[in-house]
């Protein structure tokens, strides 16, 4: 293994440190790699974001063989090392447990796998209080108890986290007013005042410094009227301030400047510098120009004054901090045995049964059963198959063909159909007469909410149907978005399970009684 050299932040000269404001977000091309790389060698990159896909594990390797460093080596990680196949289906799952512990194992567990291959920053857990399945729960001390615990997990393994995104997106004091997506759009400017979000959103941020010396915050681009009207908070001193004046030293990342929200307003140079400028650390430039250019763009801003020598010196030796503290090493390269049964027991313990009274969840046997798997539509024009959720986690029509599979092996007598998300007249026809065919009918539904989708919700359609069928109908088995359990709450036996490699076949195991669910959703469905 190569020895890595700390850096000391006087022996950098101002093109170096301008350097270490930036995660670099991929090359361009040939020329904009060869730079990316030239500019490591002069010891002048903070950070290199590398995407969990494609061949991985050489761009680390390339990496780290030019970095004679410790750089941070960073990725998105909220359902674990997404590399490995000991992943939950989402972070939401960890609260639904009711068991701390497992945040806390299941961290140490993804640092484990992911600091093997190379990286050492995990931009997680999100702390942000909401419905959302990448969020732990809509309530407050949920969210600060289990993301506590998983800051813990990866921070024991040497990982810096990235817990986000400061301060959070709550529209009003309750709940927002409707999904925004800030990929798309500019998000409506929350009516949180400062009093009511140290109250509110700010505890597990704070709670988590206090108790697991919290390494790093990634900070959102929410608008904060009644604190800064002007700014994103990526872009606010104001709101980055509040952080700082409770101790915080840990590094700050920007959160993505490539999103439509910021970039379509204030444009890629002006979110190159301002984040540094307001009292981030490193900043995620836009993907969608080389490094070269936003390296250009940041020493202009420097040179213009719009970053000081002190916020600059203060960025960097942050930035320092954060890649001594990765140096230290994990516990092992290799998991346990126990540790890699955790991902299924977590999984299993998050299945909630939704039940009429005098109703469990074991299905009756002897009955003549239809199985319906919903999938997404295919879209014309992308791929044969969608790329949105292309896994067998997912609900795209491989993944529900893998699903059927599964069924047929434990009710081999047993109908099934795949309908459309969307479905055509022609396939409602369908269905309905097999439903009048069936003794019993089991819906299996998939909804995702991801981004550059605004929303994702159970379609009109398919609620229709099973709202017409509720003599027929007897079970719904649902994962992904939440509230759609709300929507089928007519159905008698309503199983939820958060998406992940064995939700189909743990659901099917709760349908013929071999356990009882006892997961409990940590958000008010109300």
Known sequence: MKELKELRIEDLTIEQKIGMLFVVRGFRDDEDKAFVFDMIKKHAVGAVQIWVWGDYQKAIDEVKEVADYPILICADMERGFPGSQYKIGSQMVLAATGDEKYAYEFARLAAIESKRVGYNVVWGPIVDIGVNLRRFSDDRDICTKYGT?????????GMICGAKHFPGDRIQKANPDRHMDGHIERKKPST??????????????KKAIEEADLSGVMVGHTVMANIDPDYPSSMSPKVISLLRKIGFDGVLFSDSMAMMGVASKYGIEETTWRPIAAGCDLVLPNYRVGFKEVYEYMMKAYKKGKITDERLDEAVRRVLAAQKKTMKQASATELTEEQKKLTTEISQMGITAFCHEGVDAKLPENTKKLFVIMHENLYPGIVEESKELESETGFTRQAALKK???????YPDAEVMLINEYPHNSETEKLVHALNDADEAIFYTFTNSTSYLASSSMSIRIQYVISCYTDKISTVVHMGVVHDVKRVSAIKRVLYAFPGKDSVQQTLDALKGRFIPTGKLPIDLD
């Open 149 to 157: 615990a998983m800051i813990k997990g990866y921070q024991d393994e």
């Open 404 to 410: 059927k599979e599964l069924i047929l092996n434990e």
């Open 192 to 205: 949180v005042t400062e009093e009511e979000l140290m109250k509110d959103a700010f505890v597990p941020y």
